[in-house]
């Protein structure tokens, strides 16, 4: 239990610390690589959301700077955290991996009524190889893997060899301006380096709260994936210090990590659908405030958010038709006059780097119906 004198933070408090440590107070001026790195890779379950991620934290972003280091192989795309697609840099790919294999090995427990009679082991030697000598679709994984066990389920097939091994996604696929097919490989292949040690969950604890933090144990565990983790921040509390947020939750932050003042002016700021300042902690009400609870994603669509303030305040979608690239915002409030001219802004200034065209606009209006 956290003591009765520990230190209260708010929930502004909590919201200006983790846009401070988001790069979302103040566009940073850091190399890109050291971005992704900074904040723990960059969620990439669709493959645009990292371009736009970079573009609301990097002054001067060029969408062109992240395809080249895929390109180069220094950043990759790997199932990773919450087992979802993250972009990595070639070290966090290696090491990160091997960390969360746990909950690879949860997901492919649901299709083990599938697999009945498979021996893992040799079905991940035999991936290995198919994918080690070209890249391979899941597709031509199940079809090479279905002749040796003939009974079980081919899509299982597939999914327990992508859970077995860390499989990257090679380029094109996820290059800004161009378009491929999901192909894979082993990290090891790709970047042409051997498997590493699986990072240690202390460092990564420590890595987490200097991106998200102040944070509790099971803000970390959600922003992972993976459970039991009380016992690493327990073993670091005496490197940490401690807070309570406004429910009683202990919070553990680093010493050093910046708080800033909770009046601090947050930018206006556009955030792809999945970025993971709305998905690193259990608790998001330091981003997403009670009543909008939901709002940013109705089943498995989520739509792009608008931060103002430093909250949720509306939503917004991309449409490029021939000549013309519109940024529609739909406001899930009231917004103050000055409110919408500083979103305008900066929707023109996401449009003329993020969507370059002859023509466009930027639009309030509605095209998500919540039911209400």
Not at 47 to 67: C, H, K, M, N, V
Not at 217 to 228: F, H, I, S, Y
Not at 303 to 326: I, M, N, P
Request: with cysteine; hydrophobic share 40%; glycine share 6%.
């Amino acid at each position: 239990m956290a003591a009765t004198n520990t230190p209260v933070l708010s929930t502004r408090a909590l919201n200006r610390a983790t846009l401070e440590r988001q790069l979302l107070l103040r566009r940073a001026t850091v190399p890109v690589k050291d971005a992704v790195g900074r904040l723990v890779g960059l969620q990439a379950q669709n493959t645009r959301p990292p371009y736009f991620q970079l573009f609301s934290r990097l002054e001067g972003f060029d969408p062109a700077a992240l395809s080249a280091l895929m390109e180069s192989r220094e950043v990759v795309r790997i199932v990773t955290l919450r087992s979802t697609i993250h972009t990595h840099t070639a070290e966090d790919a290696l090491t990160l991996r091997p960390l969360v294999q746990p909950a690879r090995d949860r997901e492919l427990n649901m299709f083990r009524s599938g697999l009945t009679g498979v021996d893992l082991d040799r079905l991940a030697s035999l991936a290995r190889d198919l994918v080690e000598e070209r890249p391979r679709t899941m597709k031509e994984l199940r079809e090479e893997l279905l002749p040796r066990w003939p009974d079980a389920d081919p899509r299982a097939l597939a999914v327990a060899a992508r859970c077995r091994l860390p499989l990257v996604q090679v380029t094109p696929r996820g290059l800004w301006g161009r378009s491929g097919q999901v192909a894979l490989t082993t990290a090891e292949n790709w970047l042409d380096t051997p498997a590493q040690p699986a990072a240690t969950p202390d460092a990564t604890v420590l890595r987490y709260l200097g991106a998200f933090g102040p944070a509790s144990v099971k803000d970390m565990q959600t922003w992972a994936g993976l459970t039991r983790m009380r016992e690493v921040f327990d073993r670091l509390r005496p490197r940490l210090v401690t807070f309570r947020d406004g429910n009683g939750v202990e919070l553990f932050d680093l010493p050093d990590a910046p708080r800033p003042d909770p009046g601090t002016p947050a930018p206006a700021r556009f955030l792809p659908e999945f970025d993971n300042l709305l998905l690193g902690h259990a608790d998001r009400t330091r981003v997403i405030p009670p009543a909008y609870k939901g709002r940013n994603g109705v089943g498995n669509q989520s739509y792009g958010t608008v931060l103002a303030d430093g909250f949720l305040a509306a939503l917004w979608r991309l449409d490029e038709t021939g000549d013309t690239a519109v940024v529609t915002v739909q406001a899930l409030g009231e917004l103050d006059p000055a409110t919408r001219e500083e979103i305008t802004r900066e929707a023109v200034d996401l449009l003329t780097v993020m969507a370059p065209a002859p023509a466009y606009d930027v639009r309030f209006g509605t095209f998500v119906d919540f039911g209400d």
